[in-house]
């Protein structure tokens, strides 16, 4: 079965400074997605980034970006430029590519704090 | 962007009764939606896959005639907790897609209480 290891719980930037979240995965699959969600104090999901496993580049979205190790079965977060509104859980997580219910396996979650 | 409305945001209600959630796609066709539990400061669990006109798929350990899901058209899924207690208190979120290889997107969750 698939599992997702984010061994962070807690972490903590200064404020424009850039911090990195870790997150190990383990499958058996070689096409898969991997995500990464922000959830703030609202408890709303928010998707900040997608990664397909066939694709080499890591994916970018402004102020973030990924290390796709797919060998190693890394998958980390980078925030650059943090701000206040960075503030929240963020859990990474795993799906299966295609043939099946495309459920997300999530990962225990790490608190990201700024500090002004 | 897909939206996803989860309703109602908070309910608290006594023991024993039942309790209903909707979870419904406003702008795209839901083929499936999950729901998840996710109790304070720990990641989100699934409870159970449902696709629309068929009977829902569970995760070991939930409880189907405890947590019953009906997902009767391409737009609404609904979660009934029957003969709620104090011990299904919990946060319930409901996401939705309409292709499988297509994002998760999650409505807003609800916060259970049950007194």
């Known amino acids: 079965a698939q599992t997702v290891t984010q061994s962070q719980p807690e972490m903590s930037v200064q404020e424009a400074e850039t911090v990195t979240l870790s997150c190990t995965y383990d499958t058996s699959e070689s096409d898969y997605y991997l995500f990464w969600y922000k959830q703030p104090p609202s408890r709303q999901m928010i998707l900040v980034i997608r990664?397909?496993?066939?694709?080499?580049q890591n994916a970018t979205e402004n102020r973030f970006s990924v290390n796709f190790q797919k060998a190693a079965k890394s998958f980390s977060l980078k925030i650059s430029d943090s701000q206040l509104g960075d503030a929240a859980m963020y859990f990474c997580?795993?799906?299966?590519?295609?043939?099946?219910?495309?459920?997300?396996?999530f990962g225990k979650g790490t608190k990201l704090s700024v500090k002004p | 962007g897909a939206v996803v409305s989860q309703h109602p945001s908070w309910v608290i209600c006594k023991s024993g009764t039942s309790v209903k959630i909707e979870c419904r796609s406003l702008?795209?066709?839901?083929?499936?939606m999950f729901w998840y539990r996710q109790f304070p400061k720990q990641s989100l669990m699934l409870m159970a896959t449902s696709n629309e006109g068929s009977k829902a798929t569970y995760e070991q350990g939930v409880e189907k005639d405890k947590f019953l899901i009906n997902h009767a058209s391409l737009t609404l899924s609904t979660l009934t907790v029957t003969s709620a207690h104090p011990e299904d208190s919990s946060f319930y979120i409901c996401?939705?897609?309409?292709?499988?290889?297509?994002?998760?997107?999650f409505g807003d969750g609800t916060r259970l209480s049950i007194l």
């Open positions: 996401s939705a897609r309409d292709r499988v290889n297509q994002p998760q997107h």
């Open positions: 997580a795993y799906r299966d590519y295609g043939g099946s219910q495309g459920n997300l396996i």
């Open positions: 702008d795209f066709q839901a083929t499936t």
């Open positions: 990664q397909e496993a066939y694709k080499q």
